[in-house]
């Protein structure tokens, strides 16, 4: 699986976006980009994925540029309730599912 | 749906003990898994199943058993506790094995003194 590259910790005020990025240098073709977050020791959560367009859906939206090694996970109005770790995960879509998280980014949101 | 489910939430076990921590799930997907999660640490695979009857390990099988009878079930033996498998463990499952969307448990804490 490609390796992912985040920031440790990131700040964030209520009611901004919040942009999370995420380098995938080494991404290859056929591997999407996933993105989950981990609220206060709860179990993982799914958020978006998407391959190599933008992607947008009830919780996120996801940019991924053009060359594939990077992308930014977009909360567009920041909650306290976002405040959590977030993860950023490469895999192929097709054959064995082997989710491989890192250390993902802390999000705090601030009143 | 009660989706993923795990028992117990909190164990105590003493090291050279045995227990087995319980998911189960009821959306009929095919593919589950284990997962640690120590702190600091991001979540860890420990084994997965893409089938009933199938199981295969994941970065870090040691110490720990996995059969899955049936669809629903997968449960994840610890044969003889040792205080380096204190943690945090989730299961997750999704509808097949190339799925996008994983489910996870809300996890079991587990301290072997």
């Known amino acids: 699986d490609a390796k992912t590259t985040q920031p440790p910790s990131m700040d964030c005020a209520e009611g901004r976006a919040a942009n999370l990025p995420c380098n995938h240098s080494?991404?290859?073709?056929?591997?999407?980009v996933y993105w989950y977050r981990q609220i206060h020791s709860q179990g993982p959560q799914y958020i978006i994925h998407?391959?190599?367009n933008n992607e947008t859906n009830e919780m996120a939206s996801l940019i991924i540029t053009e060359d594939r090694k990077s992308s930014t996970l977009i909360l567009p109005h920041a909650t306290l309730r976002d405040t959590a770790v977030y993860y950023c995960?490469?895999?192929?879509?097709?054959?064995?599912?082997?989710?491989?998280f890192g250390t993902g980014t802390r999000l705090q949101v601030f009143p | 749906n009660a989706g993923v489910t795990q028992t117990p939430k909190f164990q105590v076990l003493k090291t050279g003990q045995s227990m087995t921590l319980q998911c189960a799930q009821d959306?009929?997907?095919?593919?589950m898994s284990w997962y640690r999660q120590d702190p600091g640490m991001g979540l860890r695979l420990i084994h997965y199943?893409?089938?009933?009857?199938?199981?295969d390990q994941g970065e870090v099988p040691n110490g720990y058993n996995v059969s899955r009878s049936t669809t629903e079930d997968f449960p994840l033996r610890l044969l003889s506790a040792a205080p380096s498998q204190t943690s945090v463990y989730f299961c997750?499952?999704?509808?097949?094995?190339?799925?996008?969307?994983?489910?996870f448990g809300q996890g079991t804490r587990l301290t072997v003194v």
């Open positions: 997750a499952s999704s509808l097949w094995a190339g799925n996008t969307e994983a489910f």
């Open positions: 080494t991404i290859s073709g056929n591997e999407y």
């Open positions: 998407g391959l190599k």
């Open positions: 995960i490469v895999r192929a879509r097709l054959g064995t599912d082997k989710l491989i």
């Open positions: 959306m009929n997907h095919e593919y």
């Open positions: 199943s893409v089938g009933a009857g199938i199981t």
